[in-house]
């Protein structure tokens, strides 16, 4: 494991059942964005892919549209 465990790919569920992605993080160097439409009031983010280990997300930001 040491510090290279990485979340490969992921997907997020809604509260309604509603299923988005998988989702493909390349690496671990730059910020990524995932645009999608969805209505829930929470979400379940799920790890499809990874290198094994204790993987885990630095920061996750989510904005509601206006």
């Known amino acids: ?3 290279t465990a990485q979340i490969a790919s992921f997907q997020v569920k809604t509260d309604t059942g509603t299923v988005l992605g998988p989702f493909t993080i390349p690496d ?3 910020i990524y964005y995932f645009p999608v439409s969805a ?3 929470t979400l379940r983010f799920e790890v499809v892919k990874s290198s094994g280990g204790n993987t885990g997300a630095s920061e996750i930001e989510i904005y509601a549209a206006p």
Do not use: D
């Open 28 to 30: 671990a160097k730059s």
């Open 39 to 41: 209505t829930a009031r």
């Open 1 to 3: 494991m040491g510090t």
